[in-house]
């Protein structure tokens, strides 16, 4: 037997008929129903243990992050700082050796240099 002809022999099958007085009874035995069945327990309360290794392991998680997206942040300010020490001393000397600087990947290079 297939799904559609279940379904048609379902359709096809009386629908039981209810008393009045089955209809008028009926709210009462859902509220009966509904008391008679216990409250669920409420939630037990975390431990200290359990609330002190969840502080642990959320800490130990954060400084992990922390210390893992610090690296490139503290990288990059190094060769900033770095490059802005070499173009601080380029603009000192400026005055006493006429050059042009290069910039590239391995820092400040004299382009052209013309010392008196």
Known sequence: MNDFELESMLKNLPVPERSRRYWNDFPAQVRAQLQSQPAPAPA????????????????????????????PLHQLSVAVAQNEINLSYQIQVFPRHLHALMASDHGLHYLVANKN
């Open 44 to 71: 037990a309360r975390p431990s200290f243990s359990s609330l002190f290794w969840r502080f642990t392991l959320g800490s130990a998680c954060l400084a992990t992050t922390c210390l893992a997206l610090n690296q």
